[in-house]
């Protein structure tokens, strides 16, 4: 059984305390990595790779966004084997420590005229130590939320982790749009201006410190400790028993990974910052514009996580395919029509479609796993969908409109990995309010494939017998 050992006042008060702090954590925690694409796109060309040109220096900075992503899995490995071992608040605080120190040290880097090739090389340094805290930070949150949320309240608790992303984003594009005004010419932005956002983080990451460390270990994980059943080695057990899972997990949901990231990993501030195209803007009207837009996608995530405890994750998912793959084009239109309120419009509806299946996320891919293995398979499903989709995405979407002159190849880029994660969501079993609790019989000899929405009454046979 879930959730048992406290006085309902209680557990609804740790409830609300796993919500603010999951949702804080992660908030940080992208504010992180979207200082750093915007910081990709906007500035590492000239301050570290300037030698190369500017069309190299560009594809290369945008290229170390990417890199962070192929040392995801490491840290969800490292994260899923002890956030299954010894719990998973103990490696949340390690993660965001991690990160904000990594973001910190990138404000403070000396460039390469004060100490050459080293400079660009500890950005990447400092950037996998980003992509090993990002690989185990997700999956802790959305397990600590889920975990402590009620069956049918699942996706909205694991929302909360999930709103990091865009309040992530509006933080961060927000900070840059302001260090434009404080510091307009590109002299003072490309020397002093963008490092502020990153020595910001130092101050946040003591924020969220202080608010996790009140924080419980998940009822799940107490459970599971108290019953003996804590696997010596799960990631082991994990791609012994289910490695398909994992990597059609991460396929279904790759998309969405890589749509955000057309929008916040720094390929469309460059494009319409960039002379010579009948859509460019200044660096802060475009930031402007996302920043204001994401004020809105946190009520479509919420929204979309509410109405997925009612109908099932998958179909939610396929909706959200649909919409993506129906706003992409329009988009790329708004990106060229030179207006801002057009602009707006074809952000906003195009991030309204990744919203409706960001708000369900974490519930979906907790529910796929059995809670001896769930951290390391919802880490590494998640990681492996970073990759898979939005790792290299900017780089992607920059190389294929400069070899091709046109914005129709991205969208084709992006319509192509919709119509994968649609097929892989059609063959994943919708487990929406499934027993999590340790030694739960549904995921018992049953395929991940093809399975009917019958979570609920999984549930309510393993309630019976216990």
């Known amino acids: 059984m879930e959730n048992t050992g406290t006085a309902p006042a209680d557990r609804r008060r740790q409830q609300r305390r796993v919500v603010l702090a999951t949702g804080v954590g992660t908030t940080i925690e992208w504010f992180d990595f979207f200082i750093y694409a915007q910081a990709a796109a906007l500035v590492f060309g000239p301050v570290f790779f300037a030698a190369l040109g500017p069309s190299a220096g560009l594809l290369v900075s945008l290229a170390t966004i990417g890199i962070s992503f192929l040392f995801r899995p490491l840290g969800a490995v490292i994260a ?79 929302s909360a982790p999930q709103q990091g992303a865009p309040l992530g984003l509006i933080l961060a594009t927000g900070c840059f749009a302001l260090m434009t005004v404080v510091a307009p010419d590109d002299e003072a932005f490309l020397s002093w201006g963008w490092r502020v956002p990153f020595l910001f983080s130092a101050v946040l990451v003591f924020v969220g410190y202080f608010i996790r460390r009140r924080v419980e270990e998940s009822p799940t994980f107490v459970e599971m400790s108290r019953g003996g059943q804590v696997r010596k080695a799960p990631v082991g057990v994990l791609f012994r028993t289910r490695p398909a899972l994992v990597i059609v997990a991460a396929l279904a949901f790759a998309a969405n990974s890589a749509a955000s990231y057309i929008v916040a990993g720094g390929f469309l501030q460059n494009y319409l910052t960039s002379p010579g195209h009948p859509g460019q803007l200044s660096r802060t009207t475009v930031l402007l514009v996302v920043t204001l837009s994401g004020l809105s996608w946190l009520v479509v995530l919420h929204f979309a996580a509410v109405v997925s405890d009612r109908i099932g994750r998958r179909t939610t998912f396929v909706i959200g395919w649909i919409a993506l793959a129906a706003t992409t084009f329009p988009l790329l239109l708004a990106m060229d029509s030179g207006s801002v309120v057009v602009l707006f419009v074809g952000v906003t509806a195009y991030m309204w479609a990744v919203m409706i299946n960001s708000g369900p996320l974490a519930a979906y891919l907790a529910e796929q796993f059995p809670a001896e293995i769930r951290y390391s398979g919802v880490a590494l499903a998640y990681a492996f969908g970073s990759i898979f989709g939005g790792a290299f995405a900017p780089m992607i979407a920059t190389a294929l409109y400069t070899g091709t002159g046109s914005l129709y ?50 549930h309510d046979r393993s309630t019976v017998a216990s």
């Open 80 to 158: 899923g084997h002890y956030g299954d071992k010894v719990g998973r608040r103990q490696v949340l605080v390690v993660s965001l420590f991690l990160m904000g120190g990594a973001t910190t040290l990138i404000g403070i880097l000396p460039t390469p005229a004060a100490i050459g090739v080293a400079a660009p090389a500890l950005l990447l340094l400092l950037r996998i130590v980003q992509g090993l805290s990002a690989g185990a930070e997700w999956g802790g949150a959305a397990l600590m939320a889920v975990e402590s949320a009620p069956a049918d309240r699942r996706a909205r608790y694991g």
């Open 409 to 458: 190849s991205v969208g084709w880029y992006v319509v192509g990995i919709v119509a994968v994660s649609l097929t892989c969501t059609l063959l994943l079993r919708d487990r929406s309010g499934v027993d999590l609790g340790p030694g739960s019989r549904a995921y018992d000899g049953s395929s991940f494939v093809f399975g009917r929405r019958a979570g609920h009454a999984e």
